[in-house]
């Protein structure tokens, strides 16, 4: 049931855009069915979630880290699931009339709209019946971004207060992030009605705390709470749609539900309650009086939400049973009043244009049945009895009456919250004698009754509700009973005698009403003014803090030196280290020995082939002796018995230098050599580096037992995978997706480098002088041998990467390293090339990589046929067994294999440039090249010089003006690439 709401909702929003552009706005009565339908099944385990622990449905979603999709109906989840899913229906069968009318051509200009809305649905029906934190996170940024896209499309004035919005709501999401990671880790489970009920929240004071004040600053960012509340007021740029469903059952009451759904574990933390009633009494106060203060219609609701959002906080974090239940019957009312009310005033704008209360008092209004409904919500609003309002407002002062703690603190309490009730009622007045008082000018008509059905159902039901309240019993107890973790009964009536609090709700009204009368005198006093500072410059502040910031770090490392970005990791892993070194006080004995004596050596020589390269001062040197390096390395990768890492090594360093040479002639021949300063803290940062890892070597290596992955590799690898080879098993099979992620990341890579390369040559250059005599100077000839050895060892190259690639498996082998051993014999075949055009391969390195990744990326998806993404199948095809692992490692040899080619055929096409044959020097007294046109000094003699030879040695004429292959013999005696 609860997975096909959901999945319902889901749908519908897939759907919306195309049906908007068949139906055009009108499409709203339709997309409001499937909720009203999602709706009524929730309300059928109405009996299961009121009278047992709750209704409880499960879909696996990653089984390796115990998250599922695991949906959980109780009695909080149904109130908000209800409140989601009938106002959301609401305000998409409003939007049908609010929205401009379009031509046939033109029905799709909704489409966002009603996507974004459905969407907006289905994130807060997820939210609120997730009952798993992973899940429960990803709704929440969810409705995170359903706002931030549906304010940023209400216009070019939209777009400076949605990033206000997301940057306060990411912050809070953020905070949120941070307090589920430490509940995961501290309960060891994902599932929250079990996360509510560990015995760690009693064991540990202190993580109780810190996880309680995550959860109330995440959740006032969402329902802004001070001193987040800047972004509430700033979004009403939202059209009327948006703001009646975000402030009466979407975003704003996803930070309540967050409350009331932790109250059983925080209830008791100080801080808790400290942090709800001190914020949310604030807010309430600072929301009425603000609303006082505003003549735009929309504004006023929004700072009156804000003040209703702060009584719903203080009164959980009271955290009483009554006052849970009084926060759920509160969060009902508000829910109903507040959609009417919203849509009640986009109604009034529809018809007068404007919503300013200025404009509106110089108008006629002739609206008797809005007028009604704006009074009806209004006055429930204000706490008016006969009304769900008043009721709700009673329940919380009761509460505030009976909160606990020293004996000050419930007149305080219920002072202050009196305080924003009598504000209340008077922006309740202000709102309606505002909107609907006036009697003069222009005469604004009733609109049709399509338009205020809408309004009319949340003002009637208040109206319904406050006359028979017991119709809600069984709902707020099932609600408050969730919220409490206890068993809640509350008996809900317009009437109990001469309590309390009807006193104070006597009296909050009386008071209110004599601010109606003064209102002239409390408009003066309340007057909007320019402040210094306000809210929203304090959120501007806060981005532009932040973006600056932002280019002081990364100014950082805002360099094309490898130092600047490597220094910053290097000291902070090598503190990491150090610190964890001092920290240690014991160390388990050596089980093993660590070293032999070739591993001395290979370390000598690896520290001597460092110091030299440290030392060397040309590009080449640099080369040789990195080289050395490496092939050490491999040498010693060999020793330990590492075979797969050792032929991966060996094959990336034959590559490595043979890209270095393509590199030469657009790198300096020699380094620059650096300043006494930089030396220093090269050499410090080096020091610390090789102290924190010679440290980290010590403690580790021989110490350590086998760890519980590696036992599990070993013992269950051949047994779950089929294959003996277990480095290949686990790049392939059991950490398939990291293989893929990297796959991936190397597609780009390649993409990256034809991006940056294509159309692009080393600059022109004074190239070295090449002289004729040079077998440098004759290509054709110089590379016969290496040719015949490239025609020969080629095909053998390449079909020793192919076995590599088939045995990978069960041998040393696999995608990765047969790739490279491809590449070995292209490389060989374009350097032994005699001509640039010649040397280049023919294959396209873009469609390589593309099917690289393609054949990864599908061969995962055929995982799903046995159960998840990447797992290993094991089909018969012809008799033989294959696995889709060795599937999988030829998109990894396709790709590599791309980026290898990418890399060559660009970095190895000639520089716009000219090569210079230079002459011989002539015999002493000899004619000059100028005097003698046919010697070999002159500029015909010298272009066919080599051609001469080759005639010479083949016993053919050659003519002076032959040309080789790939180069063009201009008059002036230079030989230019083409």
Same mark, same amino acid.
């Given at each position: 049931?609860?997975?096909?709401?959901?999945?319902?909702?889901?749908?519908?929003?897939?759907?919306? $855009?195309?049906?908007?552009?068949?139906?055009?706005?009108?499409?709203?009565?339709?997309?409001?069915?499937?909720? /009203?339908?999602?709706?009524?099944?929730?309300?059928?385990?109405?009996?299961?979630?009121?009278?047992?622990?709750?209704?409880?449905?499960?879909?696996?979603?990653?089984?390796?880290?115990?998250?599922?999709?695991?949906?959980?109906?109780?009695?909080?989840?149904?109130?908000?699931?209800?409140?989601?899913?009938?106002?959301?229906?609401?305000?998409?069968?409003?939007?049908?009339?609010?929205?401009?009318?379009?031509?046939?051509?033109?029905?799709?200009?909704?489409?966002?709209?009603?996507?974004?809305?459905?969407?907006?649905?289905?994130?807060?029906?997820?939210?609120?019946?997730?009952?798993?934190?992973?899940?429960?996170?990803?709704?929440?940024?969810?409705?995170?971004?359903?706002?931030?896209?549906?304010?940023?499309?209400?216009?070019?004035?939209?777009?400076? $207060?949605?990033?206000?919005?997301?940057?306060?709501?990411?912050?809070?999401?953020?905070?949120?992030?941070?307090?589920?990671?430490?509940?995961?880790?501290?309960?060891?489970?994902?599932?929250?009605?079990?996360?509510?009920?560990?015995?760690?929240?009693?064991?540990?004071?202190?993580?109780?705390?810190?996880?309680?004040?995550?959860?109330?600053?995440?959740?006032?960012?969402?329902?802004?709470?001070?001193?987040?509340?800047?972004?509430?007021?700033?979004?009403?740029?939202?059209?009327?749609?948006?703001?009646?469903?975000?402030?009466?059952?979407?975003?704003?009451?996803?930070?309540?539900?967050?409350?009331?759904?932790?109250?059983?574990?925080?209830?008791?933390?100080?801080?808790?309650?400290?942090?709800?009633?001190?914020?949310?009494?604030?807010?309430?106060?600072?929301?009425?009086?603000?609303?006082?203060?505003?003549?735009?219609?929309?504004?006023?609701?929004?700072?009156?939400?804000?003040?209703?959002?702060?009584?719903?906080?203080?009164?959980?974090?009271?955290?009483?049973?009554?006052?849970?239940?009084?926060?759920?019957?509160?969060?009902?009312?508000?829910?109903?009043?507040?959609?009417?009310?919203?849509?009640?005033? =986009?109604?009034?704008?529809?018809?007068?244009?404007?919503?300013?209360?200025?404009?509106?008092?110089?108008?006629?209004?002739?609206?008797?049945?809005?007028?009604?409904?704006?009074?009806?919500?209004?006055?429930?609003?204000?706490?008016?009895?006969?009304?769900?309002?008043?009721?709700?407002?009673?329940?919380?002062?009761?509460?505030?009456?009976?909160?606990?703690?020293?004996?000050?603190? $419930?007149?305080?309490?219920?002072?202050?919250?009196?305080?924003?009730?009598?504000?209340?009622?008077?922006?309740?007045?202000?709102?309606?004698?505002?909107?609907?008082?006036?009697?003069?000018?222009?005469?604004?008509?009733?609109?049709?009754?399509?338009?205020?059905?809408?309004?009319?159902?949340?003002?009637?039901?208040?109206?319904?509700?406050?006359?028979?309240?017991?119709?809600?019993?069984?709902?707020?107890?099932?609600?408050?009973?969730?919220?409490?973790?206890?068993?809640?009964?509350?008996?809900?009536?317009?009437?109990?005698?001469?309590?309390?609090?009807?006193?104070?709700?006597?009296?909050?009204?009386?008071?209110?009403?004599?601010?109606?009368?003064?209102?002239?005198?409390?408009?003066?006093?309340?007057?909007?003014?320019?402040?210094?500072?306000?809210?929203?410059?304090?959120?501007?502040?806060?981005?532009?803090?932040?973006?600056?910031? =932002?280019?002081?770090?990364?100014?950082?490392?805002?360099?094309?030196?490898?130092?600047?970005?490597?220094?910053?990791?290097?000291?902070?892993?090598?503190?990491?280290?150090?610190?964890?070194?001092?920290?240690?006080?014991?160390?388990?004995?050596?089980?093993?020995?660590?070293?032999?004596?070739?591993?001395?050596?290979?370390?000598?020589?690896?520290?001597?082939?460092?110091?030299?390269?440290?030392?060397?001062?040309?590009?080449?040197?640099?080369?040789?002796?990195?080289?050395?390096?490496?092939?050490?390395?491999?040498?010693?990768?060999?020793?330990?018995?590492?075979?797969?890492?050792?032929?991966?090594?060996?094959?990336?360093?034959?590559?490595?230098?043979?890209?270095?040479?393509?590199?030469?002639?657009?790198?300096?021949?020699?380094?620059?050599?650096?300043?006494?300063?930089?030396?220093?803290?090269?050499?410090?940062?080096?020091?610390?580096?090789?102290?924190?890892?010679?440290?980290?070597?010590?403690?580790?290596?021989?110490?350590?037992?086998?760890?519980?992955?590696?036992?599990?590799?070993?013992?269950?690898?051949?047994?779950?995978?089929?294959?003996?080879?277990?480095?290949?098993?686990?790049?392939?099979?059991?950490?398939?997706?990291?293989?893929?992620?990297?796959?991936?990341?190397?597609?780009?890579?390649?993409?990256?480098?034809?991006?940056?390369?294509?159309?692009?040559?080393?600059?022109?250059?004074?190239?070295?002088?090449?002289?004729?005599?040079?077998?440098?100077?004759?290509?054709?000839?110089?590379?016969?041998?290496?040719?015949?050895?490239?025609?020969?060892?080629?095909?053998?190259?390449?079909?020793?990467?192919?076995?590599?690639? /088939?045995?990978?498996?069960?041998?040393?082998?696999?995608?990765?390293?047969?790739?490279?051993?491809? =590449?070995?014999?292209?490389?060989?075949?374009?350097?032994?090339?005699?001509?640039?055009?010649?040397?280049?391969?023919?294959?396209?390195?873009?469609?390589?990589?593309?099917?690289?990744?393609?054949?990864?990326?599908?061969?995962?998806?055929?995982?799903?046929?046995?159960?998840?993404?990447?797992?290993?199948?094991?089909?018969?095809?012809?008799?033989?067994?294959?696995?889709?692992?060795?599937?999988?490692?030829?998109?990894?040899?396709?790709?590599?294999?791309?980026?290898?080619?990418?890399?060559?055929?660009?970095?190895?096409?000639?520089?716009?440039?000219?090569?210079?044959?230079?002459?011989?020097?002539?015999?002493?007294?000899?004619?000059?090249?100028?005097?003698?046109? =046919?010697?070999?000094?002159?500029?015909?003699?010298?272009?066919?010089?080599?051609?001469?030879?080759?005639?010479?040695?083949?016993?053919?004429?050659?003519?002076?003006?032959?040309?080789?292959?790939?180069?063009?013999?201009?008059?002036?005696?230079?030989?230019?690439?083409?």
């Amino acid at each position: 049931m609860l997975l096909a709401c959901l999945a319902g909702a889901l749908l519908t929003c897939a759907l919306a $855009p195309l049906l908007t552009r068949a139906l055009g706005r009108n499409v709203g009565w339709l997309l409001a069915v499937p909720l /009203l339908g999602a709706a009524a099944l929730v309300a059928l385990g109405y009996d299961d979630a009121a009278h047992s622990p709750a209704v409880v449905e499960s879909l696996p979603w990653i089984p390796s880290l115990d998250v599922g999709l695991d949906l959980r109906l109780d009695g909080l989840s149904l109130v908000f699931s209800l409140l989601v899913l009938v106002i959301g229906a609401a305000v998409l069968c409003y939007a049908t009339r609010y929205l401009e009318r379009t031509d046939r051509a033109d029905r799709g200009k909704h489409a966002g709209f009603y996507a974004l809305m459905t969407g907006f649905a289905a994130a807060m029906l997820a939210l609120v019946l997730a009952d798993d934190l992973v899940v429960f996170y990803v709704a929440w940024e969810a409705t995170t971004l359903c706002s931030f896209l549906l304010i940023a499309r209400s216009g070019d004035g939209a777009r400076e $207060p949605a990033i206000r919005t997301l940057l306060v709501t990411v912050a809070g999401g953020l905070v949120l992030l941070a307090a589920v990671t430490v509940m995961i880790v501290a309960t060891g489970t994902t599932r929250i009605s079990t996360v509510l009920t560990h015995d760690v929240w009693g064991a540990q004071s202190g993580l109780t705390t810190l996880v309680a004040v995550l959860v109330a600053v995440a959740a006032f960012t969402k329902s802004a709470q001070f001193p987040f509340q800047a972004w509430l007021p700033d979004s009403m740029v939202a059209i009327t749609p948006v703001s009646a469903y975000l402030h009466a059952a979407a975003m704003v009451k996803a930070g309540i539900y967050l409350l009331l759904r932790f109250s059983p574990v925080f209830s008791g933390v100080p801080a808790w309650t400290v942090l709800l009633v001190t914020a949310g009494l604030v807010t309430a106060v600072f929301g009425a009086v603000a609303a006082l203060r505003r003549y735009d219609l929309k504004e006023l609701l929004a700072y009156s939400t804000m003040s209703q959002l702060g009584l719903l906080t203080a009164m959980i974090g009271v955290g009483t049973t009554a006052a849970l239940s009084a926060a759920v019957v509160h969060t009902i009312a508000h829910a109903l009043f507040k959609s009417a009310l919203f849509m009640g005033v =986009g109604v009034i704008d529809h018809s007068a244009h404007t919503r300013d209360l200025r404009e509106l008092a110089r108008m006629n209004p002739r609206m008797p049945v809005t007028a009604t409904l704006m009074v009806l919500a209004a006055a429930s609003m204000a706490g008016i009895p006969l009304l769900l309002g008043f009721v709700s407002k009673e329940s919380m002062l009761a509460a505030f009456l009976e909160a606990p703690g020293p004996a000050w603190a $419930p007149w305080l309490l219920t002072a202050t919250a009196a305080l924003a009730s009598v504000f209340t009622v008077a922006y309740a007045a202000r709102l309606v004698l505002g909107a609907l008082g006036g009697r003069n000018g222009t005469v604004v008509r009733e609109a049709p009754v399509s338009f205020w059905a809408a309004p009319a159902s949340g003002a009637l039901a208040g109206l319904i509700l406050g006359l028979v309240p017991f119709l809600l019993d069984g709902l707020v107890s099932a609600g408050a009973s969730a919220a409490a973790g206890s068993t809640v009964e509350k008996n809900l009536a317009v009437w109990h005698g001469p309590v309390p609090e009807l006193f104070v709700s006597l009296a909050v009204l009386a008071a209110g009403a004599a601010l109606v009368l003064a209102r002239r005198r409390v408009d003066a006093v309340l007057a909007p003014r320019a402040f210094p500072f306000s809210a929203l410059d304090g959120v501007d502040r806060a981005r532009e803090g932040t973006i600056r910031l =932002g280019g002081v770090v990364g100014s950082w490392t805002n360099s094309p030196a490898p130092a600047r970005h490597l220094s910053i990791p290097a000291v902070c892993l090598s503190i990491v280290a150090l610190l964890a070194v001092w920290s240690t006080t014991e160390l388990p004995p050596v089980r093993i020995a660590a070293s032999e004596p070739f591993d001395w050596l290979l370390a000598l020589l690896i520290a001597c082939g460092v110091m030299a390269m440290m030392n060397a001062r040309s590009l080449i040197s640099a080369i040789v002796v990195t080289g050395v390096v490496g092939f050490s390395i491999t040498v010693w990768f060999f020793d330990l018995g590492a075979t797969d890492v050792a032929m991966t090594q060996l094959l990336v360093e034959i590559l490595t230098v043979c890209v270095m040479v393509l590199l030469l002639r657009r790198l300096p021949a020699r380094f620059s050599s650096p300043g006494a300063r930089r030396r220093v803290v090269a050499l410090l940062v080096a020091g610390a580096a090789g102290l924190a890892t010679t440290a980290g070597v010590w403690m580790l290596t021989g110490r350590r037992e086998a760890s519980p992955a590696s036992e599990y590799y070993l013992t269950h690898g051949y047994n779950e995978t089929g294959g003996s080879n277990l480095v290949n098993t686990i790049l392939v099979d059991f950490r398939a997706l990291d293989t893929l992620g990297e796959l991936t990341v190397l597609g780009v890579a390649g993409l990256t480098i034809a991006a940056l390369l294509h159309g692009r040559r080393p600059a022109a250059d004074d190239p070295a002088p090449i002289d004729e005599q040079s077998p440098v100077s004759d290509p054709e000839t110089n590379t016969v041998f290496v040719r015949t050895a490239a025609r020969l060892l080629g095909p053998v190259i390449v079909a020793m990467s192919v076995i590599l690639l /088939l045995r990978g498996h069960h041998e040393p082998g696999g995608g990765f390293i047969s790739a490279l051993v491809g =590449g070995a014999g292209f490389t060989l075949s374009y350097l032994a090339a005699p001509s640039d055009e010649r040397a280049r391969v023919r294959l396209s390195y873009l469609w390589l990589i593309g099917a690289g990744v393609v054949v990864g990326t599908v061969t995962g998806l055929l995982g799903y046929l046995d159960g998840s993404f990447l797992r290993p199948l094991h089909p018969r095809i012809l008799g033989f067994e294959i696995t889709t692992a060795l599937v999988f490692d030829v998109g990894v040899y396709l790709a590599v294999i791309g980026v290898i080619l990418a890399a060559f055929n660009l970095l190895g096409r000639p520089p716009s440039d000219t090569t210079k044959v230079l002459p011989r020097e002539p015999e002493p007294g000899a004619a000059g090249p100028d005097d003698q046109p =046919g010697s070999a000094a002159s500029p015909g003699a010298r272009a066919g010089a080599g051609e001469r030879r080759r005639a010479a040695r083949s016993g053919t004429a050659a003519s002076p003006a032959t040309t080789r292959s790939s180069h063009t013999t201009h008059e002036t005696g230079e030989v230019t690439p083409r």
